[in-house]
């Protein structure tokens, strides 16, 4: 619920959903449906006015904001729609940026490895202003996975990419997905991603609904 | 779960690692170049001049042991006692006897009255004797040899003596073996005008001159670390009581003169001025560094950081760069002050000490300071900032209020004007002023930008030009009212900490050279007989610049203050004072002389009545530092007879005038009748020498003291103070500039999105270009106006409080610093969003992080 002073909004309401180590699953619906305001709660960086909400079997409601900070650190990625990238740090920083917090020795090497990983070993030192949407995004991806995440939150990854872009995209996320053995939580209205995952759910006036893959359209 | 677990532990070098890091990268951003130039530029200031003013102020210490002869000189009529001496070395001091007396030196059929000092083997403790023993000037560090006398040249004149000879003082011989040009501890005064002869203590026995009775004064010189004296008090106290004549280093420093005072509070100005500009900068600064790192902070805590790690990653990061800013600036500082040392280098004979670590500290806590009162409560901004932005761009924290951002730099600014001017009063005084100030500002801001947007509506509508420019700028600026209302305070401030160091600068010199007028008299003439009195004058008045009449001169005693002896009637730590030791020279005047100033009580009008007490004038430091008032009755004795005066006014009198000045004035008809001569200073051009040869040959008694050298040091010393004062001057523009550059830079973003706007709307370079350029003159005009406002009042309540000046108006101001303002906020408004213009919309649109 947002309570946007004059009246109260109900965005989410009677919603169950349960996502298993390992999995990917595709959330889909309108622009407005909540899609991100879903991802929000389930990542634990808001808090819902009612209902229950575990993360790692941990339930969120008994935690402050700074605990649930402590939960997501080092076990959580994300990829945001417009990239979230600092613009002032390099490729390489950017991607170091979550290590940073709970550093490590190689940190520095697990980063370039990423990199590399997302092709762009050869442009470490470049500044976001210096990559294209598709480069910015993979650097996105690279910092998503750099810390071993057991769980990588992404919010509509393609939807400021020109689709071969975007496809390229897609493929990079779920291949890295696959090798890391991640699970992954997809907000989309991009139906070609979400025929990729495991699993799909529509949201709609504030409810998630399944759907069979097969029923997504083309 | 590990990972997790470790981060509330997460190693203290970890994190400092990460956020010098975090600070390397950010270096980037104009906004941290702001914050460093505007942290160092703080550093740089207040250590420049805290390490000139400790190192000045620790060099006169040393040279007023020097003047005094000794860190601790004590004097009495009789011996010191052992126990006196055992306690002073016990206290770290070392000890040197010297004996004064006056007696008559022989050579052949020549007899003259000399004043002899007679020195040990320790003298000088400081500084050396300028001596010629034949092979011209050389610099000793002792005094004469057992059996040897060293002369002043007059004395060697006088007596027709030359090295070799041998001259008789009391019953012995001594070998005139040197000719004294300066004694380190000689301190120049008019009581003593017996020429000199220097001899060693071993002699003294043999002289047979002191015998019960004789007018001998003993002098015990002591010398030691500095906080040798610390301990003592009690016992300088004890002996003041009983007498004893005690100079102090700590008490008794030799007065800077007016112009190097005025010149060290000026530098404790500047040097604030400049600390308060840094900090406006750093204000300004620290609000874009916290509008950019908002997505940062939600980023970190998108990964998992807590509150607690983006509060210590962020004061780290700053911390960092305050520590680097204020180690820059200490050694920006350092060179600083050599610089200014180099300017004052003339003046200042002295070596000075070595700079002490105490102006660093200061200079670190200043940069800390700065940023934790300017910066702070901007700051927690970041530690507020919700993961969820990442998501929803609008979820920014709320800035703090304005007058919380104020108050807590205003705050820590008076702690700073605390801690500098060791001055709580004053201190608390400018802080609430400056409140006042704020608040008046704020309304005058919020009224000029009214008559701003009222004045843009009236503007004739027509479609390109300047008058649509005017329009469309002055629009922008009144809508982001507050915005805009924040930044003409900034600017204002600064336009005002920049007109009031310029404005000070410029009264201070002219007061200066007023006060060295060209024809300053150049010549004392002493001891001129009532006889001479009527041909001097003529001389004088046909030959010279006669700028001060003949004063006639007595000599007496202080022996009784309302009847009681005057030892016993005047404050404890003033019975050992030289003024009731030595004779004091009085005179007569019927009028107030030149360049003295009626303090207290009333000029005697005419000649004393007979019966009534006879009035007479002190002057106000003299009568303050004997615990003298009105109506108090003072006797001298004068050849053996008593005059009584009872204090009629208090004068204030400018030591620094050149002229014949008087602690103890009568009036006409009084002292006539004792013993007197007259004194007088003249102006003579260098070009007169044949009338200072006929002044030596037909008045052949006078003594004639030239201070040409006293003179032109005096003017060298204003020429470099001047100097001195210039290059902090330019120190104070240099960071108002800074905050200028921090400011406009801070409100680059914005300006970019409204230009973006106006592209996309169909507006060309050149309209975008004019329209910054007047939205900017406008900003300066307005600030300008609120500056000089500011400076006016500021520099009234300055000079009447604290330079001792009269206030006067700076009309020219008033155009010129508005004028000036919109010149200089234009161009470095037009050069910072040159860059912009060119962006296409798109990009500066993005800026705000819209895409």
Not at chain 2, 222 to 243: H, I, K, T, Y
């Amino acid at each position: 619920m947002v309570d946007s002073g004059e009246r109260r909004l109900t965005i989410l309401s009677d919603l169950a959903l349960e996502v298993f180590p390992g999995e990917s699953v595709a959330i889909l619906g309108q622009s407005g449906a909540g899609k991100s305001t879903l991802l929000g709660l389930l990542a634990g960086l808001d808090t819902p006015s009612g209902g229950r909400l575990e993360l790692f079997g941990q339930s969120l409601a008994a935690l402050d904001e700074d605990g649930r900070a402590a939960l997501r650190a080092g076990r959580v990625g994300f990829v945001f729609q417009n990239f979230q990238l600092l613009p002032t740090l390099t490729a390489l920083e950017n991607v170091l940026l979550p290590l940073e917090l709970s550093p490590q020795r190689d940190g520095e090497a697990r980063a370039r490895e990423w990199l590399e990983r997302v092709g762009l070993g050869e442009r470490l030192d470049h500044l976001p202003k210096q990559l294209s949407g598709g480069e910015q995004q993979r650097v996105a991806i690279a910092r998503a996975f750099v810390t071993g995440a057991e769980l990588v939150f992404a919010d509509e990854p393609t939807g400021n990419l020109d689709p071969t872009t975007g496809a390229r995209i897609i493929e990079l996320l779920f291949r890295l997905n696959r090798e890391a053995g991640t699970t992954l939580v997809l907000v989309t209205h991009d139906h070609a991603l979400a025929r990729r995952c495991q699993r799909a759910l529509r949201l709609a006036d504030g409810r998630l609904a399944p759907l069979a893959l097969d029923e997504v359209e083309a | 779960m590990t990972r997790a677990a470790a981060l509330p532990h997460q190693g203290a070098i970890q994190a400092l690692r990460f956020s010098a890091r975090g600070l390397w990268r950010d270096l980037r951003a104009a906004d941290v170049r702001a914050l460093f130039v505007a942290l160092m530029l703080a550093v740089a200031a207040s250590t420049m001049i805290g390490f000139f003013l400790d190192r000045l102020d620790r060099g006169l210490t040393r040279q007023a042991g020097q003047l005094l002869g000794g860190d601790l000189v004590l004097e009495q009529g009789q011996p010191f006692s052992p126990e006196l001496r055992r306690t002073l070395e016990g206290a770290g001091l070392t000890l040197s006897d010297q004996v004064d007396l006056v007696s008559m030196a022989s050579l052949g059929d020549a007899f003259q009255v000399t004043s002899l000092k007679v020195v040990d083997d320790v003298y000088p403790h400081y500084g050396q004797v300028l001596v010629d023993r034949g092979a011209g000037s050389e610099a000793q560090a002792r005094g004469p040899a057992p059996g040897e006398a060293w002369l002043a040249p007059r004395l060697a004149l006088l007596l027709e003596a030359e090295l070799g000879d041998r001259v008789r003082i009391g019953e012995v011989e001594l070998t005139v073996s040197g000719l004294v040009e300066r004694e380190p501890d000689q301190s120049a005064g008019f009581g003593n005008f017996n020429p000199r002869l220097m001899m060693h203590l071993d002699d003294l026995a043999a002289t047979g001159l002191v015998q019960p009775g004789s007018r001998v004064e003993y002098e015990l010189l002591a010398a030691g670390p500095p906080d040798a004296l610390n301990g003592l008090d009690s016992l300088l106290e004890a002996l003041r009581r009983d007498g004893v004549e005690v100079r102090d280093v700590r008490r008794d420093r030799p007065g800077l003169g007016n112009a190097l005072d005025r010149a060290e509070r000026y530098l404790s100005l500047a040097g604030l001025a400049a600390v308060l500009l840094a900090g406006v900068a750093v204000a300004m600064a620290t609000r874009r560094y916290v509008d950019r790192h908002l997505d940062t902070a939600a980023l970190l805590r998108c990964f998992g950081a807590t509150q607690r790690q983006l509060t210590r990653l962020f004061a780290l990061q700053l911390l960092w760069l305050a520590l680097v800013a204020a180690a820059l600036g200490a050694l920006l500082g350092l060179a600083g002050q050599a610089l200014l040392l180099g300017l004052l280098s003339a003046f200042l004979p002295l070596t000075l000490p070595a700079p002490g670590p105490l102006p660093l500290l200061l200079g670190v806590l200043t940069a800390v300071a700065v940023l934790v009162g300017f910066a702070g409560p901007t700051l927690l901004r970041l530690k507020r900032v919700s993961a969820l932005k990442v998501l929803r761009r609008e979820l920014d924290p709320l800035p703090p209020s304005a007058w919380l951002v104020v108050i807590v730099a205003s705050l820590v600014f008076g702690a700073l004007l605390w801690l500098y001017s060791g001055d709580i009063g004053l201190a608390s005084g400018l802080l609430l002023g400056g409140w006042v100030m704020l608040g008046l500002l704020w309304g005058l801001g919020r009224g000029l930008l009214a008559l701003v947007l009222w004045l843009v509506g009236r503007l004739p509508a027509g479609q390109g030009g300047w008058g649509q420019a005017l329009r469309l700028g002055g629009r922008q600026l009144a809508r982001r009212r507050d915005a805009s209302l924040g930044q003409m305070l900034a600017f204002a401030v600064t336009f005002f900490a920049m007109a009031m160091i310029a404005l000070v600068r410029g009264d201070l010199l002219t007061t200066w050279q007023a006060q060295l007028p060209e024809a300053m008299p150049n010549y004392f003439a002493i001891n001129i007989q009532p006889a001479e009195r009527e041909s001097f004058s003529e001389v004088l008045e046909a030959r010279a610049d006669d700028r001060t009449s003949l004063y006639p001169m007595v000599r007496g005693r202080l022996t009784a203050i309302d009847g009681t002896p005057a030892r016993e009637a005047v404050p404890a730590e003033a019975r050992g004072d030289n003024a009731l030791r030595r004779e004091l020279n009085l005179t007569w005047q019927e009028t107030l002389p030149e360049g003295n100033r009626l303090v207290a009580g009333r000029w005697f009008s005419a000649e004393p009545v007979r019966g009534e007490p006879v009035p007479i004038s002190l002057e106000d430091g003299f009568a303050e530092r004997l615990g003298l008032g009105l109506g108090d009755t003072l006797t001298f004795t004068i050849g053996g007879r008593e005059v009584s005066g009872r204090v009629a006014s208090l004068r204030n009198l400018d030591w620094d005038s050149f002229r014949p000045n008087f602690f103890v004035i009568f009036p006409p008809g009084t002292l006539d009748r004792f013993g007197h001569s007259y004194i007088t200073a003249f102006y003579l051009d260098p070009g007169e020498g044949e009338t200072l040869r006929g002044l030596v040959r037909d008045f052949p008694g006078v003594s004639l003291l030239n201070i040409d050298a006293i003179l032109a040091q005096v003017r060298e010393l204003v020429a470099q103070v001047t100097r001195a004062v210039e290059l902090v001057l330019a120190l104070v523009l240099l960071a108002g500039v800074s905050v200028l550059y921090a400011a406009l830079t801070a409100s680059r973003p914005v300006r970019a999105h409204e230009g973006g706007l106006l592209r996309v709307f169909g507006a060309g370079t050149r309209t975008l270009s004019r329209v910054q350029g007047a939205e900017f003159a406008i900003l300066g005009l307005a600030s300008g106006l609120m500056g000089v406002l500011l400076a006016e009042l500021a520099t009234a309540g300055l000079y009447a409080l604290w330079f001792d000046l009269p206030p006067r108006p700076h009309p020219l101001l008033w155009l010129s610093l508005p004028l000036g303002g919109a010149l200089l906020i234009g161009a470095i408004g037009h050069f910072l969003s040159r860059g912009l213009r060119r962006e296409a919309p798109m990009a500066s649109l993005g800026l705000l992080g819209e895409t």
